[in-house]
């Protein structure tokens, strides 16, 4: 498979390893966007959050928890984004499940490109109406 995060697993390419277990491995980002900023990967093939075995997720989360501390205690980080993104539009560039840890400090300047603009309440209204009903029948 031409996956460049499972050939990171496979230490086919080289990364700057952090972390690994069983299921999840945790290496820095190379584009770091902050000091610190690290991703943490399952061990096994997945795209996206969609199609991620619930056990798998556990492992992970644990695992990004994990980080999160080490990065408070090794570079006294206490601001902290955790991002996942899910498809081309949403900013997907590896097709490989990751969650971005992304360390913040005052007045660091960076953004994540949306506004707080307040929604039409019936159109919030609709799609929780939709959401909920879908809920319901799982
Ligand atoms: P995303 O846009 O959420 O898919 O983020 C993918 C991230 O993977 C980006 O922040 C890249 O900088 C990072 N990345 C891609 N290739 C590598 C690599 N070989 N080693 C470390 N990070 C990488
Ligand atoms: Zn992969």
Do not use: Y
């Amino acid at each position: 498979m031409d996956c460049i995060f499972c050939r990171i697993i496979a230490g086919e390419i080289p990364a700057q390893r952090v972390f690994e277990d069983e299921h999840t491995l945790a290496f820095m980002d190379i584009n770091p966007v902050s000091e610190g900023h690290l991703l943490v990967i399952p061990k096994t093939h997945v795209a996206r959050l969609f199609d991620a075995d619930p056990q798998l997720l556990t492992h992970t989360i644990h695992t990004v928890q994990r980080m999160a501390k080490a990065l408070q205690t090794a570079l006294g980080v206490r601001n902290l984004n955790l991002l996942q993104n899910n498809g081309k539009a949403a900013f997907q560039s590896v097709d490989h499940l990751h969650f971005h840890l992304i360390p913040r400090r005052e007045g660091d300047g960076i953004g994540f490109g949306w506004r707080l603009v307040p929604g039409d309440q019936e159109v919030i209204r609709q799609a929780a109406l939709r959401i909920s009903g879908v809920l319901q029948q799982s």
